[in-house]
């Protein structure tokens, strides 16, 4: 019998199934990533691979008078926007590679929840590229080991490291040195550690499936490696790490 820890299966394009969970898990790092970046109505801002619940939270956060152009590597999620997308959103489907010029903006927002990520001195350049002078940006990526107990389960398991590379980013250093580096001013980092509660550990290892390309058992391997680890059932909070900079040109 399968149990709510095991989730629900449902059809998923191109894998065949789908974790379906009562609602989306929260991304804590994009609200702390949001605050600092002090978004003002009116501005024109530009933002890097959101989810649909983050753009909502942009538009609402530059309003109406605002402009939001977002840039997605996926076609299929710009291209979800292309029924109802509000008049101040412009959603471009492109693989940045950090030569790009989209415009001139006030504020530059990325706070992606995973790779693939690019090497952090050309995010500093295309940040410094589409910036206007005295414009803020933050940027949240994955940390070295975002989720130590997926790492953690992952090791025990004897499974590919490299697997795990779209939740694996750089460290605050180096993404504050690749900042500064470009001479972008004002760099600053902040601590990004934060809590992520779900149902189970299966449920919490769903979150990520698409990200890690994890197939239904494998999810469920991982999670009973998880709580293994861990020596507890049910309910599970556990820490996320994120490298997050803010700054200015």
């Given at each position: 019998?399968?149990?709510?820890?095991?989730?629900?299966?449902?059809?998923?394009?191109?894998?065949?199934?789908?974790?379906?969970?009562?609602?989306?898990?929260?991304?804590?790092?994009?609200?702390?990533?949001?605050?600092?970046?002090?978004?003002?109505?009116?501005?024109?801002?530009?933002?890097?691979?959101?989810?649909?619940?983050?753009?909502?939270?942009?538009?609402?956060?530059?309003?109406?008078?605002?402009?939001?152009?977002v840039v997605y590597r996926d076609r299929l999620a710009?291209?979800?926007?292309?029924?109802?997308?509000?008049?101040?959103?412009?959603?471009?489907?492109?693989?940045?590679?950090?030569?790009?010029?989209?415009?001139?903006?006030?504020?530059?927002?990325?706070?992606?929840?995973?790779?693939?990520?690019?090497p952090p001195d050309l995010f500093a350049r295309l940040?410094?590229?589409?910036?206007?002078?005295?414009?803020?940006?933050?940027?949240?990526?994955?940390?070295?080991?975002?989720?130590?107990?997926?790492?953690?389960?992952?090791?025990?398991?004897?499974?590919?490291?490299?697997?795990?590379?779209?939740?694996?980013?750089?460290?605050?250093?180096?993404?504050?040195?690749?900042?500064?580096?470009?001479?972008?001013?004002?760099?600053?980092?902040?601590?990004?550690?934060?809590?992520?509660?779900?149902?189970?550990?299966?449920?919490?290892?769903?979150?990520?499936?698409?990200?890690?390309?994890?197939?239904?058992?494998?999810?469920?391997?991982?999670?009973?490696?998880?709580?293994?680890?861990?020596?507890?059932?049910?309910?599970?909070?556990?820490?996320?790490?994120?490298?997050q900079a803010t700054g200015r040109r």
């Amino acid at each position: 019998m399968r149990t709510r820890a095991d989730c629900c299966l449902g059809a998923h394009r191109g894998k065949g199934y789908a974790w379906v969970m009562e609602e989306e898990m929260a991304t804590p790092w994009f609200d702390s990533a949001l605050t600092r970046l002090e978004p003002r109505r009116g501005e024109r801002a530009l933002a890097f691979e959101p989810r649909q619940a983050d753009v909502h939270a942009l538009c609402v956060a530059f309003g109406d008078e605002g402009e939001l152009t977002v840039v997605y590597r996926d076609r299929l999620a710009a291209e979800q926007w292309a029924r109802n997308q509000p008049p101040q959103l412009r959603v471009l489907a492109h693989e940045t590679t950090g030569g790009e010029r989209f415009g001139t903006f006030d504020a530059i927002f990325a706070a992606p929840k995973s790779g693939p990520l690019l090497p952090p001195d050309l995010f500093a350049r295309l940040i410094r590229d589409n910036l206007r002078p005295g414009g803020r940006f933050v940027v949240d990526l994955p940390s070295t080991e975002m989720q130590p107990d997926i790492g953690s389960g992952w090791a025990d398991l004897g499974w590919d490291e490299e697997r795990l590379a779209p939740i694996r980013g750089p460290a605050d250093e180096e993404l504050v040195g690749a900042l500064r580096g470009a001479g972008l001013r004002s760099v600053e980092n902040s601590l990004g550690s934060h809590l992520l509660a779900a149902s189970s550990a299966a449920e919490f290892v769903a979150a990520f499936a698409e990200e890690l390309e994890l197939h239904e058992d494998e999810v469920i391997e991982l999670a009973h490696a998880i709580v293994r680890k861990r020596q507890e059932t049910g309910p599970v909070e556990l820490l996320v790490h994120r490298s997050q900079a803010t700054g200015r040109r």
